[in-house]
C-alpha cells in the first residue's frame, strides 16, 4: 500500500514516506541544468515516483530523459515550457496488454453478450480479413487513443496472422507517431481441426511462427537503454496454441533474451479445456511448457489456485490486471491486492478494443481503483495503488521499471499532465490524485514520450491521425461487411 496523500495544497508542504531515492526531495539534481529543452513547472503536485511526489513542482527534460526535478522557485532555463498550474503531472500510464487491431471491430453486436469462447468463435472469421494497411490503420488510431488517455508505452497483443507483415505495420504506425512500443508477436498454431477454439484461416504451422518471430526480433527489437521499439513472443492462450509451440517459444525467447506473453487462466472454459486436452490446469501447463520464469507476463491471471499464484509469485510472473475487460466477459477478475501482497508484478492492461471497447488507460485504473475496493472494502486500495500499478506495476511486467514508470532524474521523459480546473474537479481541493482518479472522465492535457508532446491541450498532435481515421473507417466497414 502506498501511504496516502495528506497534503494540503495551500501550504506547499511536501508529504508521504521517505524514498529510495537519495537525492534531495526539494531541490534540482546537481549538476545543475543549464538549459533543458523541456521544462513542466508549477505543477499542482508532480508525482515523481510511488511515495515521492513534490507540490509545485518542475521537472526538466533534455535528450528524452528526466534531467531534473524540484520544487518552485529553483526552475532551470528551457526551450519550451508547459505551464502545470492547476495540473497533476504523473508518470505515463503503461498498457501491458493490447490486440489494437480489434479496434475494427469494436462493440460488434453478434458478439457482445456471449461468453469468451463464443465471442472469439464469432470474431475470428472476421479477423481473418486483417489486412496490412488494417494493421497500420488500428495501430495509428488506437496509439492515438492511448496516448489521449495518458497512455506512453503500450505493448500490443497481434495474434491472428492471415497475411504476413502484420506486426511491422504497426511498428511503422508506432514509429510514425514516436509511441513507446512493445509489439508482441502473438500465434495460433491449434485449429478447430486439431481441436483447437480457432478456424484453420487464422492460424499458422509451427514453423512459420517461429521463423516470423526470429525475423521481427532481427528486424525491430531493441534492447537498448530507451528503446521505442521492443518485441516479445507471445503464442495466444492454451486453447489455440500447441504444447510443442509453447516449448519452442520459450526457448526462443531465453536464446534471444527478449520477453515471454499469453493469456492465462483468464475463463472456466480453459480450465476444462487443459484438463480434458494436456491432463493438467492451464498454470501446470504453463509451467510444464517452460515458462514459469520472470521473463513472462500473462494477461487475466484470474483463477489461479493459491498454491498456483504462490508458484507465480515465487518466479516472478508479471500479470497484466485487465478490469474492464473481465467484468464485460463476466466471468471473473483478478486477485490484485493478494498478488501485490505476495510481490508479483501487476500491471495495467485495458485488453482488446472489442472486449474492452475503450483503450484509455485513465478508465482502466479507474476500474482497478473501483474493483479493489469492491472485492477488499475500502482498505483494499487508493488511487496511489492503482496509479502505482498502472505504472510502476506495468513497467516492470515490461522488465523496464529502471526507467519507465517514474520519472526519476535519468528516467526516460515519458509523463502526462491532467487538468484539475475541469467542471467535474470543482471542489475537489484536498488530494489532486485521489481527485484525479475519483472524479472526472479525465483525458489527458498533454502526454509526452522521450520528451517529444504528442498531446498538446487535449488535442493529439498527429499529423496523420485525420487520414488513418478515414481509412479506418473503411477497412472496418469492409472487415464488418457492412455498406454504410
Ligand atoms: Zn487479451
Known amino acids: 500500500m502506498i501511504t496516502p496523500y495528506v497534503g494540503d495544497r495551500r501550504t ?55 534531467t531534473g526535478v524540484g520544487p518552485a522557485g529553483s526552475e ?40 469468451l469462447f463464443d465471442w472469439l468463435t464469432t470474431l475470428y472469421p472476421i479477423w481473418a480479413r486483417l489486412d496490412e494497411e488494417g494493421a497500420y ?10 496516448l489521449m488517455g495518458g497512455c506512453t508505452t503500450s505493448s500490443d497483443h497481434l495474434y491472428v496472422h492471415p497475411r504476413p507483415h502484420l506486426v511491422d ?45 526470429e525475423r521481427l526480433i532481427g528486424a525491430y527489437h531493441d534492447p537498448g537503454p530507451g528503446a521505442l521499439v521492443r518485441v516479445a513472443l507471445a503464442p495466444c492462450s492454451p486453447f489455440s496454441v500447441t504444447r510443442s509451440l509453447m516449448t519452442a517459444t520459450a526457448e526462443l525467447a531465453e536464446r534471444h533474451d527478449v520477453r515471454l506473453h499469453t493469456h492465462l487462466a483468464e475463463d472456466h472454459d480453459e480450465d476444462t479445456y487443459c484438463l480434458e486436452t494436456y491432463g493438467c490446469r492451464p498454470v501446470e501447463y504453463f509451467e510444464e511448457t517452460g515458462w514459469m ?15 498456483e499464484l504462490r508458484r507465480l509469485a515465487a518466479a516472478g510472473v508479471g500479470v497484466a490486471h485487465c478490469p474492464s475487460s473481465n467484468m464485460l466477459i463476466g466471468g471473473g477478475t483478478a486477485r490484485v491486492r493478494e498478488m501485490r501482497e505476495l510481490g508479483l508484478p501487476v500491471g495495467i492492461g485495458c485488453d482488446g478494443s472489442a472486449s474492452t471497447d475503450h ?25 496511489r495503488d492503482a496509479l502505482d500499478i498502472a505504472t510502476r506495476g506495468s513497467a516492470r511486467c515490461l522488465g523496464r521499471d529502471d526507467e ?10 515519458d509523463l502526462v499532465v491532467w487538468d484539475l480546473h475541469e467542471v467535474a474537479l470543482a471542489g475537489a481541493l484536498s488530494d489532486p490524485v485521489e481527485a484525479w482518479l475519483r472524479c472526472g472522465p479525465a483525458r489527458a492535457w498533454t502526454t509526452v514520450v522521450g520528451g517529444r508532446i504528442l498531446v498538446d491541450r487535449g488535442e493529439p498532435r498527429l499529423p496523420g491521425l485525420v487520414e488513418a481515421l478515414r481509412v479506418h473507417g473503411a477497412v472496418a466497414r469492409a472487415m464488418q461487411g457492412r455498406s454504410t
Open 359 to 383: 483503450a484509455s488507460l485513465w478508465m482502466e485504473t479507474r476500474a482497478a481503483l473501483l474493483l479493489g475496493r469492491y472485492r477488499g472494502g475500502p482498505g483494499a486500495m487508493t488511487a
Open 76 to 115: 532551470p532555463e528551457a526551450r519550451t515550457t508547459v505551464r502545470a498550474s492547476g495540473r497533476l503531472v504523473t508518470p505515463g500510464l503503461i498498457n501491458t496488454h493490447h490486440h489494437i487491431y480489434q479496434n475494427l471491430t469494436r462493440s460488434y453486436a453478434p458478439a457482445v453478450n456471449g461468453s
Open 404 to 413: 519507465l514508470g517514474h520519472l526519476r532524474p535519468g528516467a526516460c521523459a
Open 293 to 307: 520464469s520472470d521473463r513472462s507476463w500473462v494477461a487475466h491471471c484470474i483463477y489461479p489456485n493459491d498454491a
Open 169 to 213: 505495420a504497426e511498428i511503422r504506425a508506432a514509429r510514425d507517431i514516436g509511441f513507446r512500443f512493445h509489439a508482441t508477436r502473438g500465434s495460433m498454431t491449434r485449429s478447430v481441426e486439431d481441436g483447437g477454439l480457432p478456424p484453420r484461416s487464422v492460424t499458422q504451422t509451427e514453423d512459420e511462427v517461429l521463423a516470423d518471430s
Open 12 to 66: 506547499r508542504q511536501i508529504y508521504g514516506p521517505p524514498c529510495a531515492y537519495d537525492g534531495a526531495m526539494t531541490s534540482a539534481v546537481d549538476p545543475p541544468i543549464e538549459v533543458a529543452e523541456l521544462l513542466v513547472r508549477d505543477a499542482e503536485l508532480l508525482v515523481v515516483d510511488s511515495g515521492w511526489e513534490i507540490p509545485g513542482g518542475w521537472l526538466a527534460v533534455t535528450d528524452g530523459r528526466v
Open 137 to 146: 490503420v488500428s495501430a495509428y488510431v488506437g496509439m492515438a487513443e492511448l
